[in-house]
């Protein structure tokens, strides 16, 4: 068994959560998104993070304006939309019970 | 050799080599495989394009020459080949390698103040990240040396103006710039254009200036404690900022001042504005040609007069402006003036407070008294404390239901104040019958008579500012009140008379009655001085209602008579002035120290030449 592998998946299964989380507390622009997984200690690359934003997007979860940039053209920023909003709450549900429940299962052991 | 090309990728016109451009092409056909079955592949690559030419950019201007291989391939792994996307988390050996290629790359470690890490300007934030240790730490450190006589505020405050924001390594950051704030502000957006540049609360810079522009002095002695009203000093710094610091107006400078991104709508109504702009000057240069083809002389004359407009407005801008200062400096100077008013009116009532049971009788006006103090008074300080605070913070909105009680509680304060005036003007409504006594003299035949008072009242129980005009002195049971005018006569002897009449209110002719017999006043005569008591005794018993002394000394012609105090209030005080008939001379002079002498035609001043 690869265990590199198996903490990947463990991983991609909640970089969308993260994401959405991090959209949710404030309109962002995708590197601002990089940065603040960066600091929490989750490399992302950032050619995974566009598609995961179109996807998003075309799923209707995210929605985003052109913001203006000084350092040249306008740029995108994401924003939650309501029916993201009630994804992420059921994200955020499903990663609590899920949360708790490991936690009691590995205090168990 | 390389050779260097110049592309215009997404906006952006990049110098890159050759070889580097070749990489450039490979990896975006690799993007583009693999997303070919993806949906919204064009908008994917897009955007992935569309933040290396921001990555490249960036490159550029931390002064490289031209993007070379080495470059391109730092962004691309950064961005993540696309055998790597499946992986989503980059593995933390990964991470690590990175960290320590960045260490080859960038050997040079450099402070940065941390924009993430901050609470007020990052400092902390970035020694934290530069020394590799827990912000908290570091954090606790300078608080402890900022307690101990301010000794890490200085550090601090040099590392803040010294060291750059990250915001300037980080890419896409921003590059701030001083503006001053229009939207912002309170008077000319200066503080808030600081507190923008600086990234920190508008009111920190804000109560800097206003704490700045109050000099507080503090005499040792604790009840002298003066405000020297305020130091034009900030105001004049304030007026300088206003006028060299550029309001940021256009949409970029708005970004600049913040280091942020404003959004689609303020550049939508930007260039809408413009727009609206450039169509009336549009239809200004049509009427503009008409005019031409119809009276070419005309348009000459008239680029004159628009030549002229133009310098007019121009100086109407600057009239306007400078009045504008002024009158911000004006209402600042009345508000400041009117709130250190409103703050020594209630300590002077917190001070006058303990004195009242020497006015007041019992029951309501006690109760009155306590309305006075506490709605009157009190409440709108903390209101309007309150108010300023908010205000300077930035707080918008108001709670209604604090703003309605302060409203209740200041009405409860004025009919307290109704109810006190109209109780004491009971107390008040009636004068005694004038009685007069004569006052003995132990040497009535002197050829001088001083009047003097005793010196101690300045010294003890002096409650310090504005009752020295009221009463003397106070103790725990007794106050003295300065209630005495002194007029001069002709003797119709050769021999001094002095004459005492004591008066009252109080609330029936018998209780005033009552209260002028009350009034003790000792005069002593010793040789040539006529010493005086220190003011009319007030008890806690015996209210004050009022009482007032009128002497009326006998003076004997050719012989001479003085005021001779270094008390000033003892001759002329605002309680003479109910008599202004009976003084000989007018009351604005001072009369103290000024030698008189009756004559057949009443009294004249003495010019004693001074040797």
Redesign the interface.
């Known amino acids: 068994m690869n265990i590199?592998n198996t903490s990947?998946q463990m991983?991609?299964g909640i970089?969308e959560f993260c994401i959405l989380s991090i959209i949710k507390q404030e309109e962002a622009?995708?590197?601002d998104i990089i940065?603040k997984m960066k600091?929490a200690n989750?490399?992302?690359?950032?050619?995974?993070l566009?598609?995961l934003?179109?996807?998003l997007?075309?799923a209707e979860m995210l929605t985003y304006?052109?913001?203006?940039?000084?350092?040249?053209?306008?740029?995108?920023?994401f924003s939650l939309t309501e029916k993201g909003a009630g994804f992420y709450k059921e994200l955020e549900s499903t990663w609590n019970e899920l949360n708790n429940a490991v936690k009691m299962v590995i205090k168990q052991q | 050799m390389k050779q260097v090309i110049n592309i215009n990728y997404?906006?952006?016109i990049i110098p890159i080599e050759v070889t580097a451009f070749e990489l450039l092409k490979r990896y975006t056909e690799s993007?583009q495989k693999h997303?070919t079955d993806?949906?919204?592949k064009d908008?994917?690559i897009n955007?992935?394009e569309?933040?290396i030419?921001?990555l490249l950019?960036?490159t550029i201007?931390k002064g490289a020459v031209c993007i070379t291989d080495d470059n391109l391939n730092t962004v691309i792994k950064?961005?993540?080949?696309?055998e790597?996307?499946d992986?989503?988390?980059?593995?933390?050996e990964?991470?690590q390698t990175?960290k320590k290629e960045n260490n080859i790359t960038a050997p040079n470690k450099r402070l940065f103040r941390s924009e993430?890490e901050k609470l007020i300007g990052g400092v902390c934030g970035g020694l934290a990240n530069y020394f590799g240790i827990d912000v908290v730490l570091v954090r606790i450190i300078f608080i402890i040396l900022a307690f101990s006589f301010g000794v890490g505020l200085i550090p601090y405050l040099i590392l803040w103006i010294a060291t750059p924001s990250s915001a300037v390594k980080?890419?896409?950051g921003?590059?701030k710039k001083l503006y001053r704030d229009g939207e912002n502000k309170i008077a000319g957006g200066v503080c808030s254009g600081i507190a923008n540049y600086f990234g920190i609360n508008p009111w920190i810079p804000r109560a800097v200036f206003i704490l700045a522009s109050l000099s507080i002095v503090f005499n040792g002695n604790g009840y002298h404690h003066q405000i020297e009203m305020f130091s034009p000093g900030a105001l004049f710094i304030y007026i300088i900022c206003w006028l060299v610091i550029p309001e940021a107006k256009t949409?970029?400078e708005k970004?600049?001042m913040k280091g942020e991104?404003?959004?689609?709508n303020s550049?939508k109504k930007n260039i809408a504005d413009e727009l609206k702009g450039v169509q009336e000057k549009v239809q200004q240069a049509g009427a503009e040609t008409t005019q031409l083809v119809t009276k070419k002389s005309t348009s000459f004359f008239r680029e004159g007069i628009d030549f002229v407009k133009k310098i007019i407005s121009g100086a109407v801008k600057i009239i306007v402006f400078v009045i504008k200062a002024f009158v911000y400096t004006v209402l600042a100077i009345i508000g400041i003036a009117l709130i250190i008013s409103l703050f020594s009116l209630s300590f002077a009532a917190l001070a006058v407070f303990p004195m009242r049971t020497f006015l007041i009788s019992d029951g309501w006006q006690n109760v009155f008294a306590w309305g006075i103090l506490l709605f009157f008074i009190l409440a709108p300080v903390i209101g309007i404390i309150t108010w300023i605070i908010r205000k300077i913070a930035g707080v918008k909105g108001s709670n209604k239901f604090v703003t309605l009680s302060f409203w209740s509680l200041f009405i409860i304060g004025i009919m307290s104040v109704i109810g006190f005036v109209f109780t004491m003007s009971a107390d008040f409504k009636s004068t005694n019958i004038k009685t007069e006594e004569q006052v003995l003299l132990t040497n009535p035949a002197v050829n001088k008579l001083i009047i003097t008072y005793p010196n101690e009242m300045d010294t003890k129980d002096d409650v310090g500012f504005i009752f020295s005009a009221f009463m003397n002195s106070y103790g725990d049971d007794t106050a003295y009140i300065d209630n005495v005018s002194i007029k001069f006569r002709k003797s119709p002897n050769d021999s001094f008379k002095v004459m005492l009449s004591k008066m009252s209110n109080g609330k029936n002719r018998q209780e005033a009655n009552a209260a002028a017999a009350q009034i003790q006043f000792n005069i002593i005569q010793k040789d040539s001085l006529l010493i005086l008591d220190k003011g009319i005794r007030i008890t806690r018993k015996n209210k004050f209602r009022n009482q007032r002394l009128l002497m009326t000394v006998y003076v004997p012609v050719g012989k001479e008579v003085s005021i001779n105090n270094t008390f000033e209030l003892s001759n002329d005080d605002i309680f003479t002035s109910q008599f202004p008939k009976v003084h000989e001379k007018s009351e604005d002079e001072s009369t103290s120290g000024k030698v008189y002498m009756m004559q057949q035609d009443g009294l004249h001043e003495l010019i004693i030449n001074k040797e």
């Open positions: 590199e990947s991983r991609k970089l622009y995708p590197s940065e600091t989750l490399h992302i690359f950032e050619g995974t566009y598609p934003l179109t996807r997007k075309n304006r052109w913001v203006e940039s000084n350092s040249g053209p306008p740029r995108k920023y | 997404h906006g952006r993007l997303f993806e949906e919204g908008e994917i955007d992935i569309n933040r030419s921001e950019q960036e201007n950064s961005m993540g080949r696309p790597d996307f992986e989503v988390f980059t593995a933390k990964n991470s990175d993430n980080e890419i896409g921003v590059r949409t970029s970004l600049q991104k404003v959004d689609m550049i």
